[in-house]
């Protein structure tokens, strides 16, 4: 999902790439910030790419 999330989807469109649903979306992003210890977007990416 972070790959999405650094090719510029948002949330919708990720949903819909992988048909799954929008809170399902949501709340795995929140679970990799809380695993990557992050807050936002560019702050996943950067870890991502570091």
Do not use: C, F, W
């Not at 992988?18 to 950067?46: M, Q, W």
């Amino acid at each position: 999902m972070l790959r999405l999330i650094a090719a510029g989807m948002r949330n919708q469109e990720i949903a819909d790439r992988l048909v799954i649903s929008l809170s399902t979306v949501k709340r795995h992003i929140a679970n990799t910030y809380g695993k990557l210890g992050v807050d936002h977007r560019t702050e996943a990416v950067a870890r991502l790419t570091t």
